[in-house]
């Protein structure tokens, strides 16, 4: 298998990745930050330190436009000038967008230039709905979800139902952070 496509996702207990009311401003909606204290660690040489220097060890970042555009497109550079692929509806305004970011609006060709782009590092991806869209067309391979002991009760969920099928997942691996339980996945892929 080339490099994966792994989802790097901080959640509450019940499956939220930002508070209500996330918007321009208010990134992480209301009470969101609190899924981000472990980063707090992410200098450190322990679990969360580990996790955090993994993700930006890899190679390309896959974004959704929402989450691309509420960052800010991470000024134009995620880490160490890796290329940023951001799946949308609409094309960017070349003009606009900084060197080594593209826009695609087919799932499987954004997957294939992150891949490519990645080289034999894995792909970061961001964003619910881009993560939705590569489960949905099979291009998912791992989910790093960060699970933070909180209830959020309210707010933008990783997951909808709207999936038809269900998707089998493998826990590969378990760390226990300061704040945060680091769980990975292998997606199986379906059909």
Do not use: K
Request: charged share 25%; glycine share 14%; aromatic share 6%.
């Amino acid at each position: 298998m080339s490099a994966p496509i792994r989802l790097y996702m901080s959640m509450s207990l019940d499956g939220f990745i930002a508070g209500p009311d996330d918007r321009p401003g208010q990134e992480l909606g209301e009470g969101g930050g609190r899924l981000f204290n472990w980063l707090d660690d992410r200098r450190s040489a322990g679990i969360n330190g580990q996790v955090y220097g993994e993700a930006l060890a890899t190679g390309a970042v896959l974004s959704g436009r929402r989450t691309f555009e509420l960052a800010g497109g991470w000024g134009g550079d995620h880490h160490d000038g890796v290329p940023i692929h951001v799946l949308s509806h609409q094309d960017g305004d070349a003009h606009e967008l900084p060197d080594g970011t593209s826009f695609h609006s087919d799932v499987r060709e954004c997957a294939a230039a992150a891949r490519a782009s990645a080289g034999d590092r894995p792909v970061l991806v961001h964003g619910a709905g881009a993560a939705q869209a590569l489960v949905d067309a099979n291009e998912l391979d791992e989910l790093e979800i960060h699970l933070v002991p909180v209830l959020l009760g309210a707010g933008r969920p990783l997951f909808t139902s709207r999936h038809p099928n269900t998707v089998e997942l493998e826990l590969v691996r378990r760390l226990e952070g300061r704040d945060a339980t680091h769980l990975r996945y292998r997606v199986h892929r379906q059909g």
